[in-house]
């Protein structure tokens, strides 16, 4: 059974939200020191006790219903100047710069974490863009689930007792 999606008014930012905090989740069940901030270029902060090592994490969370879920996650736009703003915030509270992407669709979730530098090694556009993105086709889910530098994280959701979408409500 499939739950379907029938987002709310305020779905966006609760989507935003929960990526921020199923970040700090999964990073927290780790054994890193975590926690959401309100700054500009910067969602999260994560320290390793073991490493020494802290983390500026941007984080992108969006919710694609079915037939929209390959489309590619915005990561920076240049016209807003998103990659600065993470450098900037990164070089104030001395982090290395991440990124996160998390996407839900009607089955399942993915949860995708690297470092701004692996991005750019492998993933990164070659040529200067307006917008760079996460692409979510096939191809490239299998790539990172190969990338040992991309930490993933599938999510399967599986409905017992819900409530049905209204579309699904309405049909015959």
């Known amino acids: 059974m499939t739950i379907g999606i029938e987002k709310s008014s305020r779905h966006q930012r609760i989507v935003g939200n929960f990526g921020e905090y199923l970040v700090c989740n999964w990073l927290s069940r780790s054994g890193f020191e975590v926690c959401v901030v309100d700054h500009t270029g910067m969602d999260v902060i994560a320290y390793d006790p073991r490493t020494k090592q802290r983390l500026g994490i941007t ?53 995708f974490l690297t470092s701004l530098a692996n991005y750019d090694r492998k993933y990164g556009p070659e040529e200067k863009r307006a917008v760079h993105g996460w692409a979510m086709t096939s191809k490239c889910t299998l790539a990172y689930a190969d990338d040992p530098e991309v930490r993933y994280i599938r999510i399967k959701f599986t409905p017992i007792h819900w409530w049905p979408s209204a579309a699904k409500a309405a049909a015959p």
């Open 59 to 111: 984080v992108k969370s969006r919710t694609r219903s079915s037939g929209t879920e390959t489309g590619s996650v915005y990561l920076f736009r240049e016209a807003k100047k998103d990659r600065q703003k993470l450098a900037d915030a990164c070089e104030a509270f001395q982090c290395e710069p991440w990124i996160a992407v998390y996407v839900e669709c009607d089955d399942d979730a993915h949860l």
